[in-house]
């Protein structure tokens, strides 16, 4: 049985030592676990966002409370329920987490959550029909549940990061501009759209707020070379603008409210 196991747990630890990008998804940690327990596999975040599922085509998914799509939220009773596990809690029945069909009586569940420096970071659901979990299976089910934990933090490490790339390009590039240029910049992204990007018309802004249109160009150059935005020529049109750095707008946002 130790062998049985350890051969498991190595399948799962082929997927850090065999990606070459270091990048875990999801996605494959679910499939790993689902395919080695039999059993449907299910990540969520704190907020209730699915991070990566696997579905077994022999065990019907839980579609009334569930979602196979990453992206997309589970149930927000259910998400509670969720983080009111503090622990491990194998061969849970699922109607004691709000699942009301008949049917889901015959499901049995593991809930892991995902903890890390003392914070929650998501759950872990994995269940299957009517076959209990062995404790080899638990000890499988943690094994997967700390690799996804490392891969989170890996992911908010990075995040923060970028974010902090991102904020370090903003404040360079708002350093180099003009008081001009910084009213131009903000009229500028207030004719873009929601997706943060449109077309402009620096002779209409110029005639609207009584700014030069070299003063309007500069501003716009400026925010390109810093990789802030994209600005692409449309002849008479105008010029296309689609912002690629978002954290300007928060920026952008707060130089207005000191001008105020």
């Known amino acids: 049985m130790g062998v049985k196991l350890l051969d498991r747990t190595r399948k799962i630890s082929r997927l850090l030592h065999n990606n070459s990008s270091f990048v875990v998804v999801f996605n494959d940690i679910c499939k790993c676990v689902g395919d080695i327990l039999s059993a449907n596999v299910l990540v969520v975040s704190a907020k209730g966002k699915v991070l990566g599922v696997y579905e077994k085509d022999d065990i019907p998914s839980l579609q009334d409370m569930l979602t196979d799509n990453v992206g997309e939220h589970i149930d927000a009773d259910l998400n509670e329920r969720f983080l009111s596990v503090l622990s491990t809690k194998e061969n849970s029945n699922l109607t ?23 914070g929650r970071l998501g759950t872990t659901f994995i269940y299957r029909l009517k076959k209990e979990f062995s404790v080899d299976d638990i000890i499988l089910s943690e094994y ?12 908010i490490y ?42 402009i018309v620096v002779s209409h802004i110029s005639k609207t707020y009584g700014i030069t249109r070299s003063i309007i160009v500069n501003a716009i150059h400026k925010m390109e ?36």
Do not use: C, H, W
């Not at 004691?96 to 593991?110: M, N, Q």
């Not at 600005?231 to 707060?254: C, D, H, L, W, Y």
């Open 144 to 155: 997967a549940n700390t690799v996804i934990e490392l891969e989170m933090m890996r992911s």
């Open 158 to 199: 990075e995040e923060d990061v970028e974010e902090k790339r991102q904020m370090a390009a903003i404040d360079a590039a708002i350093s180099a501009l003009s008081d001009s240029e910084k009213k131009a910049v903000m009229y500028t992204l207030d004719m873009l759209n929601e997706d943060m990007e449109g077309t």
């Open 225 to 260: 070379s810093a990789g802030i935005l994209l600005a692409q020529s449309k002849g008479m049109r105008g010029t296309f603008i689609k912002v690629v750095n978002p954290a300007i707008f928060t920026e952008i946002t707060s130089q207005k409210d000191s001008n105020d």
């Open 96 to 118: 004691t987490l709000g699942f009301e069909k008949a049917s889901d009586s015959d499901y049995t569940a593991v809930i892991l959550p995902i903890d890390f420096a003392g």
